[in-house]
């Protein structure tokens, strides 16, 4: 069965350019997250969504990054501008939980993203 | 404000001894607390949970405990074996929202 889908794996780019990171959840996972690991501040929730909807985006850092669930089988997180302090790797994760439950997070390999 | 912490970045273990990792929190509305595995350029993997309402969950070589009066939980890997080099993530959860610590980089030495 396939993992949670995440492209690209790498991305190295220029200030100021448009980055698309995309993601494909786990068939049948109705809840969606975007995480971002950094050395400083480790792995931090970016933004939740369930069932297609944005539930919390209180970790998305500022008004540069977006994100959109257009169905339940594709995500996408959009920075732009892009800023060399927003390299990282940005985790998408899927899991059947519900809003008050709990369950297991299954990560994609994420993306790696260099911003020069 | 960092709500789960692993106060010790790394470990460094025999093969065949128990390798032991300790995580912190200080929000007592968490209700359930995981453990991630993670090798280098891959996500995050499920280890092993468990609910608030326990103080112990045992998986083969893995066993959680939680002291939820001293707001701390510890992994018990044993016997560690090499292929358990990686970074291991303490996780806890309110509803939906799981928050990570930073992380233990364990060292399995031959």
């Known amino acids: 069965d396939a993992g949670v889908i995440q492209s690209p794996r790498h991305e190295v780019t220029e200030m100021g350019q448009e980055v698309t990171l995309r993601c494909k959840p786990i068939s049948g996972h109705n809840s969606l997250f975007w995480y971002r690991q950094t050395m400083m501040r480790g792995l931090e929730l970016l933004i939740y969504f369930n069932n297609n909807v944005p539930i919390d985006d209180s970790g998305m850092p500022e008004d540069r990054f977006s994100a959109k669930m257009p169905n339940a089988s594709f995500s996408t997180l959009k920075i732009q501008p892009s800023e060399p302090r927003d390299s990282a790797v940005y985790f998408c994760?899927?899991?059947?939980?519900?809003?008050?439950?709990?369950?297991?997070?299954?990560f994609g390999e994420g993306s790696r993203l260099t911003v020069l | 404000d960092q709500q789960v912490k692993q106060n010790s970045p790394s470990l460094s273990v025999q093969e065949g001894r128990i390798s032991i990792l300790n995580c912190d929190y200080t929000n007592s509305m968490f209700d359930y607390f995981l453990w991630y595995k993670k090798y280098p350029a891959e996500g995050p993997t499920f280890l092993i949970s468990?609910?608030?309402?326990?103080d112990k969950n045992e998986d083969g070589r893995f066993t959680v405990f939680l002291n939820k009066s001293a707001k701390h939980l510890s992994l018990h890997i044993v016997p560690s074996q090499p292929g358990d080099s990686a970074v291991y993530f303490c996780?806890?959860?309110?509803?939906?929202?799981?928050?990570f610590g930073a992380g233990t980089t364990v060292t399995v030495r031959a």
């Open positions: 468990i609910s608030s309402i326990k």
């Open positions: 996780a806890a959860s309110e509803a939906y929202k799981l928050s």
């Open positions: 994760a899927s899991s059947r939980r519900n809003l008050g439950g709990t369950g297991e997070l299954f």
